[in-house]
């Protein structure tokens, strides 16, 4: 079985790295695709495509594949004949967008079920805008949030402001 891990990535967080890692103990092949959050800013899906698949083969994770798509993930889905997404839950907030999201996901292709991961304890309070808001004042201090990948490549863009 094949499931599409969707998300914004900016940047990929140990959080996610968790999820990743759990899903591919679950699912044959995990299709993690790197989309565009109207609400966040966005760099270059391209690039952060780049530093997950550093981050996979840094990890020795093996059956995924990362891809791009500036889009509806429904569309990508249906495009692709993919039938299962995965989500995750860190908290209530999490669940309410989720449950907003299944409403109109479902209600634009019923036909693809939507599984949900808890989030690890660990990694429960972690977000890509937490770690960005971190990169403003000390670089060093997300050295242990996100994968080795991420920290070099946000290393390079904030000590050059
Ligand atoms: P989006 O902008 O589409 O919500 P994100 O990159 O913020 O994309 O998140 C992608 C998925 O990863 C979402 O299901 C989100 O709940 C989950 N996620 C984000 N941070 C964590 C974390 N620390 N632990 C586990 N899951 C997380």
């Given amino acids: 079985m094949t499931v599409v891990f969707a998300g914004s990535f900016n940047p990929l967080t140990n959080g996610h790295l968790d999820i990743i890692k759990r899903s591919t103990k679950m699912y044959d092949k995990v299709v993690i695709v790197v989309t565009l959050n109207q609400k966040k800013?966005?760099?270059?899906?391209?690039?952060?495509?780049?530093?997950?698949?550093?981050?996979?083969?840094?990890?020795?994770?093996?059956?995924?594949?990362?891809?791009?798509?500036?889009?509806?993930?429904?569309?990508?889905?249906?495009?692709?004949k993919f039938n299962y997404l995965l989500r995750s839950l860190r908290n209530c907030n999490d669940f309410n967008y989720e449950c907003d999201m299944q409403s109109y996901n479902k209600g634009l292709n019923n036909s693809i079920e939507i599984i949900y991961l808890i989030a690890n304890p660990k990694y429960m309070h972690l977000s890509s805008s937490g770690v960005l808001e971190i990169c403003k004042y000390d670089i060093t201090k997300v050295k242990d949030?996100?994968?080795?990948?991420?920290?070099?490549?946000?290393?390079e863009e904030y000590e050059n402001i």
């Fill in 41 to 80: 800013k966005q760099i270059n899906l391209k690039k952060i495509q780049n530093l997950i698949e550093k981050t996979i083969i840094d990890n020795n994770l093996d059956n995924i594949y990362v891809d791009v798509w500036d889009g509806l993930i429904v569309d990508y889905m249906q495009k692709y």
């Fill in 145 to 155: 949030l996100v994968p080795k990948p991420i920290y070099e490549y946000l290393k």
